[in-house]
């Protein structure tokens, strides 16, 4: 039940602010090995989705869809093990380490012995990045979101993600007519590639929920 009360808090927030430090989906064209950043049905410069799913705009070869969830599935993969790596970043030497101290979350320092800094050590991969990093990914395959213009945009002023080229060739806006209709030729295939992150978001929800919606969830707003 606490996934009830954490949602609608959550939900407030505008997927451009809570998905700020996700990373992007790529894909590679299985055709041209272009490598492109996906961000759901909206204009971009790299892919165009058509009737059939994802087009290359390099190549113009469409995706087969085995190819995008199996992507989507091995970015998934990668996140994960990456989190459970369990990096540990002192924000005050900057220090990076997997040793847990003894001492709970006080900085090893360069010794290695727990002087020297002052600092807090935190997970480098947070239950709550990963917890957003996954509700990102499901967000890119949501029509009705892309339906009202909600997804985290492409093309964002700030976005790394964006090479300075392509700030300045902002690709032109699609009229709703075009986007209802992609959205409702795309929605059951958006779904299946859904239901590859929901696979992944179920365990880590839980998860998020149980622990971290307790423990660390709070101590995020006390700080
Ligand atoms: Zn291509
Ligand atoms: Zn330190």
Redesign the pocket.
Known sequence: QNSTTLQPLESTIPDSDRFRDSKPLKLTCPSCQHFFPFGGIQSSNNYQITHSGIRCLSCQFVLPPLSVSAQLESFLRTQISQYYAGWLH?D????TTRQVSVYGRR?I?ISGKAYG?K?IMRYLYSDKALYNQLLYLQSCFDVDKAKKRALKPLYEEFSGDVSADDKENKPSVMSQGELDALVEQNRSLFEVYQGVVDNYLEDCGRRYVDMGGIFGFMSAFEK
């Not at 005050?92 to 220090?95: A, F, Q, R, S, T």
């Open positions: 002192c005050d030497c900057g220090i900085c320092g800094c600092g």
